[in-house]
């Protein structure tokens, strides 16, 4: 079996910083992420997807955790094709545009290449330290499966090598009938590791829990059950804290899906219920249940 690594897609929400789940003594960012990573070996960052990262926060955030450590960074808006805010993008290279959001046809070519190369640039401190997990590249609800989608996938995959990536879909189409093993098959023949999800069902970014591998990586995202999956308030659409008999039914299919990555492969499992401490209590609630497998 491989390795399981466990962590939550978040450590400095607000919410997270008003539960108490920080000692006192964690009382700046440099602390806090010092004390994550004493509970966990690994951690998404989803800040890098509404705003491209800077390089010099990367040197911090590498300086900053012990050897071993592992970050999954998320790809910036851009990069997936969602709307992204004109200000996110950087100053030299936005659009003179009066709209709020843009998306990548609304960027000159060389401007959009130049976003490529300085997103992938800002991880290179991360990827030297040998503390990058994956690029995350979770795509939205209007990304179906068909033949230029997939292409993109492979251009994605081949822009950021030797970067590893890992791709989350957010329409059911890629699962439809005989869509799934068309889909997981592209992957396997492309070695590009696939995220299973645990979310909603019945919405129209819901994903089936498919839960397999496609690479000696798996990525599985917990995003929860909340009943009000289409709000705007993200801690209403996150807002949800696993039981344990949820977890313990969990556990098995997580060894069974590092059985699938093989002896050297690994599975990342990230806690994205960010509200509150539900996110870092529920990961460590399944790493116990793990056997303390991290």
């Not at 994605?156 to 009938?177: D, I, N, Q, T, Y």
Request: hydrophobic share 35%; with cysteine; net charge negative.
């Amino acid at each position: 079996m491989g390795k399981i690594r466990v962590g939550t897609a978040s450590w400095t929400d607000k919410t997270l910083l008003e539960s108490g789940w920080y000692p006192p003594t964690a009382d700046t960012p440099e602390k806090r992420l010092a004390h994550y990573a004493t509970q966990f070996p690994l951690v998404e960052v989803d800040a890098t997807y509404y705003a491209p990262p800077a390089e010099q926060t990367a040197t911090l955030w590498a300086q900053r955790t012990p050897d071993g450590f592992l970050f999954n960074i998320k790809a910036f808006s851009m990069l997936t094709g969602h709307p992204t805010k004109v200000s996110a993008i950087y100053k030299d290279l936005r659009p003179e545009t009066e709209k709020k959001n843009v998306y990548p046809g609304d960027l000159e070519p060389k401007a959009y290449e130049e976003v490529w190369t300085r997103f992938l640039s800002a991880l290179t401190p991360l990827s030297e330290a040998g503390k990058l997990g994956v690029v995350l590249f979770q795509f939205p609800p209007w990304f179906t499966i068909r033949r230029s989608n997939k292409q993109y996938l492979l251009e994605v995959a081949k822009r950021c090598s030797p970067l590893r990536v890992a791709v989350e879909f957010r329409h059911a189409s890629w699962f439809e009938g005989d869509n799934r093993d068309e889909t997981l098959e592209f992957l396997r023949h492309n070695h590009v590791p696939y995220v299973s999800v645990d979310m909603p069902q019945g919405h129209r970014s819901s994903i089936p829990p498919v839960l397999t591998a496609t690479s000696d990586l798996a990525v599985v995202r917990f995003h929860g059950h909340s009943d009000k999956w289409t709000s705007k308030n993200i801690y209403e659409k996150f807002g949800y804290h696993y039981s344990d008999r949820e977890l313990k039914d969990w556990s098995p299919k997580l060894r069974r899906l590092a059985d699938d990555t093989g002896d050297t492969g690994e599975t990342h499992v990230l806690m994205n219920n960010c509200y509150s401490d539900y996110a870092q209590t529920n990961a460590q609630t399944l790493i116990a249940l793990l056997g303390g497998e991290d």
